[in-house]
Antibody
C-alpha cells in the first residue's frame, strides 16, 4: 500500500535550518506530486509548496519563498523539505502528502514531523 | 485569516445531522476548482474524507457527503457517532495565489 514515512522530531535554535525527509513506498515515486504542509500547535493547516518528483520542479507558497527548498532523490524515493532562518513561529508539525496534481486531493499523508524552534 | 472560511465549531447529538460550510471566492471555489475535505483525529495526520467535491474514497462511510455551489462547499455528516468527533478541513486551489488553500478548520463535538 502507498505509504509515506517522515523523519523524526527536531529541535532547532532560532536562525538555524531544518531538513525533513519523506520516504515514499508502494507506488511509482515519479508518478505523483508531493506537497508539504504544516500545522502550528492548536492551529489549522498551512500549505508550503509542491515538488514534482519526476523532473524536480517546485512551486512554493509566497509566504515561504526564499526560505524553503524542496528536493527529491529518485534513487531512494525520498523528498526533502528544508526550511531556513527558523524562528519560534515555525514551531509546527510538518506533513508531506502525495497528490495527482496541484489542484487535486492529498492522499495519503505522512505521519508528520514535529519541528520545535527554541533558544 | 484563511482564504477559505469555515465555522470554528459545530456540534450535534448522536444520530443527528450536521453540516460544515466552506466559503471561498471567485479565485478559488467560484472559479471552478474542486473542494476536498479531510478529517483529523486528535494527534494524527489528516485523512482524506471527500475528494472532487462529492466523491468518497473507499472505506469512508456514506454518512459523509459533500456538495458545492457557487463560491461555497459543504460537508454533511448524518447519523452522528462519537467517533466522528474530530477537526475537519476543506481544501481547494486559488488562482490568484497560485497555490493550495485550506479552510481554518472546524471542530466537531458530538454531545
Amino acid at each position: 500500500q502507498v505509504q509515506l514515512v517522515q523523519s523524526g522530531a527536531e529541535v532547532k535554535k532560532p536562525g538555524a535550518s531544518v531538513k525533513v525527509s519523506c520516504k515514499a513506498s508502494g507506488y511509482t515515486f515519479t508518478s505523483y506530486y508531493m506537497h508539504w504542509a504544516r500545522q502550528a500547535p492548536g492551529q489549522g493547516l498551512e500549505w508550503m509548496g509542491i515538488i514534482n518528483p519526476s523532473g524536480g520542479s517546485t512551486s512554493y507558497a509566497q509566504k515561504f519563498q526564499g526560505r524553503v527548498t524542496m528536493t527529491r532523490d529518485t534513487s531512494t524515493s525520498t523528498v526533502y523539505m528544508e526550511l531556513s532562518s527558523l524562528r519560534s513561529e515555525d514551531t509546527a508539525v510538518y506533513y508531506c502528502a502525495t497528490a495527482g496534481g496541484t489542484t487535486l486531493w492529498f492522499d495519503p499523508w505522512g505521519q508528520g514531523t514535529l519541528v520545535t524552534v527554541s533558544s | 485569516q484563511s482564504v477559505l472560511t469555515q465555522p470554528p465549531s459545530v456540534s450535534g447529538a448522536p444520530g443527528q445531522r450536521v453540516t460544515i460550510s466552506c466559503t471561498g471566492s471567485s479565485s478559488n471555489i467560484g472559479a471552478g476548482y474542486d473542494v476536498h475535505w479531510y478529517q483529523q483525529l486528535p494527534g494524527t495526520a489528516p485523512k482524506l474524507l471527500i475528494y472532487g467535491n462529492t466523491n468518497r474514497p473507499s472505506g469512508v462511510p456514506d454518512r459523509f457527503s459533500g456538495s458545492k455551489s457557487g463560491t461555497s462547499a459543504s460537508l454533511a455528516i448524518t447519523g452522528l457517532q462519537a467517533e466522528d468527533e474530530a477537526d475537519y478541513y476543506c481544501q481547494s486551489y486559488d488562482s490568484s495565489l497560485g497555490g493550495v488553500v485550506f479552510g481554518g478548520g472546524t471542530k466537531l463535538t458530538v454531545l
